[in-house]
Each structure stands twice: as C-alpha cells, then as structure tokens.
C-alpha cells in the first residue's frame, strides 16, 4: 500500500488550532489584549465595529516588536515568552502558548503595526489566510495596534455558530472587564461603534471597581486582605446589601489570571451565609497569590479552571477570609452605612433588593443580623416605617414554622378542579405573601409574586407580540441613567419597550428619557426598575428563549407585586381570577410553582 499520511500545509494547521483558541470574537480580545499586557504596556484601547464582527483592534503603547519579530509573531509556536521546558512552571506572562496570533491569522485578515520605542518608523504586515499580503513601513506612536477584520470570513460555520449580536457583544465586554479589573494600574479604553463604553484612568482596584460597575458600590465594598506563607488573597467583596438576583459581578483571579471556579464560589457564598438571601449573589473582586509550582496552568488555553494542589486548603482559608472582612463589617454596621440613609429609604421601595425586603433574602437573615439593621434603622424614620420593618421581622421569625406544611400533591392537578368554592369564601392574605383560596374539595395556597409575573408575562408577551402601542404620556418626563456597557443593549430595547407602554428615548450617552410610561403604572422607581429589567434581560441573553419572551419575562419579574405587599379581598380575587384565565397557570415564567393544591384528604391525613 501506498504512504497515505502527509503533514498538513501550515495554514490549515493554523485553522485547526484556530478552532480551540478563536470561538468567538471575544476570544480575541482576550488575547490581544493579554498580548499588550505581556508588552508592558501601560496604555490600552480596544477598538470594536459591529459586535466584533468586522473589526477587533487593539492598540497599545508598549514595547513593540521588531521587524523581524512582526513577522515571526504570527508563526504558529513562535512566542518570547518562554525558551525552554522549566520556563513552565515559572510563566509570569498571560500568554506562553505562542498560538493566538497564528491561529486568528488564519481565520481573519490581520492588520499590525508595530514600533518599539528606540526605533524611528513603524513596521507595517498585513496577513490573510496566514498569508502575508502586504509588509511595509508607517509612521506609527510606540507600541503595537493589531487589527483584526472580518473574523471567521472563511470559517462559515463558526460564523453561524456565534449568538446574537448582544450576546456577543455582553462577551466581548466580559472579557474587557475581566482584564481590566487585574490590572487597574494600567489605563484602558473601551470604544464600540464609535461610542466610547469605557475610559478607565490607572488607579486603585476600587476606582477600577466603580469605573466598571456602579457607581453607588462606592461605600458598599469591604476589603478582603489577608496573608499566610501558602496564600495571599486580596481584592474587595460588596457588603450584603449589594447582592444580586443575577449573576455576574463574581470575579475571582488566580496569580492575576481570570479563573472559574464553582469550587471556590462555593467557599465565598458559604461564608456569606445567612447575610444574604438564598437567591441571590454577592459582589466579589478577589485575587489569590500563590506559588505557580502549587497550581496546574497548563490548562487550555480558553478554559479558565484550574487545580490547586491543596483544595481543601484554599477553600477553608477563603471561606474564613471572607468570613473575616463580613464580621468586621457587620459588628459595626453604623460605620459603613453612615452616608447610607437615603439608599436605605430608597430600598425600601425596592423590596428585592432592599435589607428590610420581604423576600427570601430578610427571612433567612439571621436574628442577630436582623436587629442590628433595626437598630441602624430607629430613630432614622418615621413611625411608619418602623411599622413596617417591625411587620416584617415579626412576619421572617414566624413564616418558616408556618409554611412547613407537608408539600401537597400538584402534579397531576387540573384546572377544572379548581373552581372556586361555590359558597364564594373570600380569599386569605396570609404574611402578606400567600393567598389562600377554598375550593371544593380542599384548598390552594397561591404565591402573589410568583402568580402575578406569570399573568403579567402573559400579557407582555400579548402586547410584545401585537405591537400594539399602550403609552401614557407623563408630565414631567424623567430621565434614566444606564450604566455604559449596557447602553447599546438598552437602546435596542427601547423599540419593544414601547408596545409595552414606555415611551423612551436616548438622550446621547448614558441618558434616557421617559416620556410615557404604560397607563396604571406606579412610575416612582423607574430607573431601579429599568436596571433590574435590563439586568434580567442580559442575564437572560444566555437562555435559548426569543427576544420577546426575554423582555416579557423581565418586565414581568420587576413589575409584579412582592411578597409582602398587603391585598384587599378584590385584589386576592382579580389576582386569582387572572391567573386561572392564563394560557399556564401552575407555573411562574421560570418555572416555579405559582400555587399548590391541598385536598381535605391531605389534611386529615395530617391528623391520622
Ligand atoms: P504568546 O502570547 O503565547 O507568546 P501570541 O501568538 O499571542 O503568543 O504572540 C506571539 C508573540 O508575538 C508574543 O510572544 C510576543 O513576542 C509577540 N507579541 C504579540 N502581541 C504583542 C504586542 N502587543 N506587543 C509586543 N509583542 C507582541
Ligand atoms: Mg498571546
């Protein structure tokens, strides 16, 4: 037989190796831009056209590369960043592999220009296919632009698979910010579609912190800094107020690399314990230093987990770290919540977010917890809201006993067995969050928060779906700030946004306006809404569900009665009579339960 293996010419080797390390266009910015890190540079731009699609750019003041390197550069193996096997295990540097540059090469037409500092004119190569196309010189600052065009333009199949054009885009920022938040010393821009997303000064990782996320985290992050021989972790957690219902503000950095780790998620939750609701997510920046021989980093290049030779170690030691900078905080509440009262207050109308909500997240807060916030909170307010936070925690010590009813049968119920009781008994608030309703042979316990988002999700998706145009024009038009990176997401929303009654318009930047708001709707937390609906909504972006559904879902998880909201008889029954007219009335949008059936037979079981 003849010999049938052959070496495979250079740039289809390229492309195979593409294959692991491109995905998608943030794979890109990630490695240009750990490129420049690995440059020194102290100066950074990412430049993006359209999601990254047609244009990837980074631009960096840093060392350079001379002529022949500019070359060389895009060989696949070729790199500076390590001459032999030992160099392994001591890699100071992001990159080491030598593979991006060769493999985006192949799949993208790749504009450098290149100029170290001691050297008068540029080098100028353009690279097609991984075929040189153009090499020359150009007057060019010091350092290093590479540009990266049409991405994928001979790969259609990557093409196809990429996500949604925001999804891609959400990616792109997420690896902006990973880098970015390890190195706050070093200053970083962010422009996409000629709209400037970030201007990021060099300065502490908290001022990296508040240019990046919120602005109001300012006086709500704790410091974390503690030392051993093994391990050094550093960076800043958000105290408990700040926790989310969304992922995505959880950063962990080993020896300054971005690393996934449920493991160690696990250890930060753990410590926040009861601080926070069971739903809900903490702030965290965290950086881990440890002795590179102690942790594998020859992992895949896209994979960001990584082992650590002692697990157990590094989880009890986080965990108490963590632990350590929540005590400090919460012995003395009054410290960090000094300039806080109008936050407070605020919360108060944002029952999910707020410490005296009536969700999860109050009920599980320990006692201890619990009173210190009431005292912070005496003497602040008036009598009325006393009132209410007193409602409330005497509501959080007594629902757990309460609801710990043996879980009713649901599965195989039918609608038609829950007419209700022809005697028309009325309804039952019970903690303000659960109706009870008699049926004929027993009764259902309905959750308001959940049943309302269902009926609101219907109508949404109604309204989404017919385009019909519902809005009220407010009087005084008010305006909306969206955080940066966001906006574009926003400005695409506002279209949809509209059949569901909110007129709103970009002012340019950050800025909305709220020029109408749906006909019956309470406009007194626009902007907290409008955040928590667009942060829903990106969380979502993941999800295999349409656009619509996306933002009826959203809208409809924002806009629905809490728990805690007291309803009158009519209100219980319009609530009930909305939900069993809705197309799936047994779940929430995400799928829980909107209510649970108990038969008479249950109950005389209990006694039994
Ligand atoms: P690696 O980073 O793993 O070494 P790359 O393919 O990303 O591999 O880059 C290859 C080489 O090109 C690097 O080792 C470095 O010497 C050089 N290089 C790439 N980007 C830059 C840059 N922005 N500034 C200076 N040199 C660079
Ligand atoms: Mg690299």
């Not at 390197?69 to 390590?82: G, L, N, P, V, Y």
């Not at 579609?193 to 990046?212: F, M, P, Q, T, V």
């Not at 590094?314 to 108490?320: A, D, E, G, T």
Request: net charge negative; aromatic share 8%; proline share 3%.
């Amino acid at each position: 037989m003849s010999d049938i293996i052959n070496l495979l010419p250079e740039a289809i080797a390229n492309q195979i190796a593409a294959g692991e390390v491109i995905q998608r266009p943030a794979s890109v910015v990630k490695e240009l831009m750990e490129n420049a890190i690995d440059a020194e540079a102290t100066h950074i731009t990412l430049v993006v056209k359209n999601y990254g699609k047609s244009l990837i750019q980074v631009i960096d003041n840093g060392k350079g590369m001379s002529e022949t390197d500019a070359r060389m550069c895009f060989e696949r193996h070729a790199t500076s960043k390590i001459r032999e096997a030992k160099d392994l295990f001591a890699i100071k540097t992001m990159g080491f592999r030598g593979e991006a540059l060769a493999s985006i090469a192949s799949i993208a037409e790749v504009e450098l220009k290149t100029r170290p500092a001691d050297i008068e004119v540029a080098n100028l190569i353009t690279i097609k296919t991984s075929e040189i196309i153009e090499q020359s010189y150009c007057q060019a600052e010091a350092g290093t632009s590479i540009a990266v065009k049409n991405l994928f333009f001979n790969v259609p199949a990557r093409r196809k698979f990429l996500k949604t054009d925001s999804v891609e885009l959400k990616y792109i920022t997420e690896e902006f910010k990973r880098v970015a938040l390890a190195y706050p010393e070093i200053r970083f821009k962010f422009i996409h579609n000629d709209n400037e997303i970030y201007n990021l000064l060099s300065g502490s990782l908290k001022k990296r912190i508040l240019g990046l996320f919120r602005k109001t985290y300012e006086q709500k992050l704790l410091r974390v800094d503690e030392d051993t021989d093994v391990l050094k972790i550093s960076g800043l957690i958000g105290n408990p107020v700040i926790a989310r219902k969304q992922k995505g503000e959880q950063y962990i950095f080993v020896n300054n690399r971005y690393v996934k780790s449920h493991y160690l998620n696990h250890a930060i939750r753990g410590a926040y314990d009861t601080l926070i609701g069971e739903d809900q997510y903490p702030f965290y920046v965290l950086f881990l230093d440890l002795d590179p021989s102690t942790i594998d980093i020859n992992v895949h290049p896209t994979k960001q987990e990584i082992k650590f030779d002692d697990e157990r170690l590094i989880y009890n030691y986080l965990k108490v770290s963590i632990k350590h900078a929540l005590g400090r905080y919460s012995l003395s509440p009054k410290l960090d919540f000094e300039n806080e009262n109008s936050e407070i207050r605020s919360n108060i109308h944002r029952p999910n977010n707020g410490p005296f909500s009536n969700s999860l997240a109050s009920r599980t807060r320990s006692a201890p917890v619990m009173r210190q916030w009431q005292s912070l909170y005496k003497g602040q307010e008036g009598a009325e809201l006393q009132k209410e936070l007193d409602n409330d925690s005497s509501d959080f010590q007594r629902s757990s006993e309460v609801l710990t009813v043996p879980s009713a049968a649901t599965g195989d119920l039918l609608v038609e067995t829950l007419p209700l009781d022809a005697e028309e008994k009325e309804p039952y608030q019970i903690h303000n969050s659960y109706v009870i309703v008699q049926i004929k042979n027993g009764f259902f316990i309905l959750n308001q928060y959940l049943a309302h988002q269902r009926i609101l999700f219907e109508k949404y998706l109604k309204s989404l779906n017919e385009s019909e145009e519902l809005t009220q024009k407010q009087l005084f038009p008010t305006s909306l700030q969206i955080a940066k990176d966001k906006v574009e997401i926003f400005s695409e929303l506002t279209s949809e946004l509209k059949k569901l009654g909110f007129d709103i318009q970009s002012f340019g930047g950050d800025t909305f306006v709220v020029h109408g708001i749906p006909a019956g709707f309470n406009n007194s937390n626009l902007q907290g809404l409008m955040e928590m609906l667009l942060d829903q909504y990106i969380s979502n972006l993941d999800l295999d569900i349409s656009k619509n559904e996306n933002l009826a879902r959203a809208m409809a998880q924002g806009a629905a009665i809490k728990k805690g909201k007291k309803l009158s008889v009519e209100e219980m029954r319009t609530l009930v009579d909305e939900l069993f007219a809705c197309e799936n009335p047994y779940t929430s949008p995400i799928g829980k339960k909107c209510f649970v059936n108990y038969e008479l037979e249950d109950l005389e079981k209990l006694f039994s």
